[in-house]
């Protein structure tokens, strides 16, 4: 089987930070918000807004029950 020095070097260093906190998570994660924190780089919420809607999702809801199946034409 192929091995891939870089995933395994992904691996290691993965490891090697996980037994640097116990591999406990609670704190693994607090960690990155710290380092998050520090990094002094814009935080991005990619989270989809309230009130937003995709083009077809909108449409559907604005039509109610009729629009639940719009993937089958009525012949």
């Known amino acids: 089987m192929f091995q891939d020095e ?3 070097e992904i691996h290691r260093i993965r490891e090697e ?3 640097s906190f116990n591999h406990d998570l ?3 994660f607090a960690d990155l918000q710290k380092q998050q924190a520090e990094s002094g780089r814009e ?3 990619l989270s989809q807004k309230r009130g937003l809607t995709t083009r077809w999702g909108r449409r559907a809801r604005d039509l109610g029950e ?3 199946n719009t993937s089958r034409r009525l012949t």
Request: aromatic share 6%; no cysteine; net charge positive.
């Open 6 to 8: 870089i995933v395994e």
């Open 17 to 19: 930070y996980s037994r």
């Open 26 to 28: 609670k704190a693994i």
């Open 43 to 45: 935080v991005v919420n």
């Open 66 to 68: 009729d629009a639940k």
